[in-house]
């Protein structure tokens, strides 16, 4: 039996891992200034079974999305737009946290099974292929683009 993404993860307590000549991350971790941090989110490709979603989460500050403020949000294949534009906020810096997620029967899981990312920064954008928990690896399961536009 092949070892998980997930529990090799767990064993390395979350350093990044090489698959196939390509490093692995169970999340993206992004050090944001104090004030506001302006974004655009793209989803480029995802599935529908499960259905696919990207978590936002933002520690110590917030997240602005269509005028509401959140500590967290996912971006659910199924029900928000291909792309979301959407503002960090914080007084003093904060971390912006983002990893991909599933539904499966109503339930959200993440960082089980085979999930992980493939994260490459060109310049302002950040794409992020992700696999999700199924059975094989495929980062192709969720592919978005995070697009700093301060």
């Avoid at 690896?137 to 301060?150: A, C, K, R, Y």
Wanted: with cysteine; hydrophobic share 40%.
């Amino acid at each position: 039996m092949t070892e998980t993404l997930s529990s090799i993860f767990q064993r390395t307590r979350g350093a990044p891992i090489q698959v196939a000549e390509r490093l692995v991350y169970p999340i993206f971790q992004k050090k944001i200034k104090a004030g506001r941090s302006n974004f655009l989110a793209r989803r480029l490709k995802s599935t529908m079974q499960p259905v696919s979603g990207l978590r936002l989460k933002v520690v110590k500050g917030e997240l602005e999305v269509n005028d509401q403020r959140h500590s967290e949000v996912i971006l659910w294949a199924d029900t928000s737009p291909e792309s979301v534009y959407f503002s960090v906020l914080s007084k003093t810096g904060c971390e912006l946290k983002i990893w991909n997620v599933w539904r499966v029967n109503d339930i959200a899981q993440a960082w089980v099974g085979n999930a992980g990312m493939v994260i490459s920064e060109e310049g302002r954008i950040t794409n992020l292929e992700c696999s999700g928990g199924t059975e094989a690896v495929d980062f192709s399961t969720l592919v978005f683009q995070i697009e700093s536009i301060d």
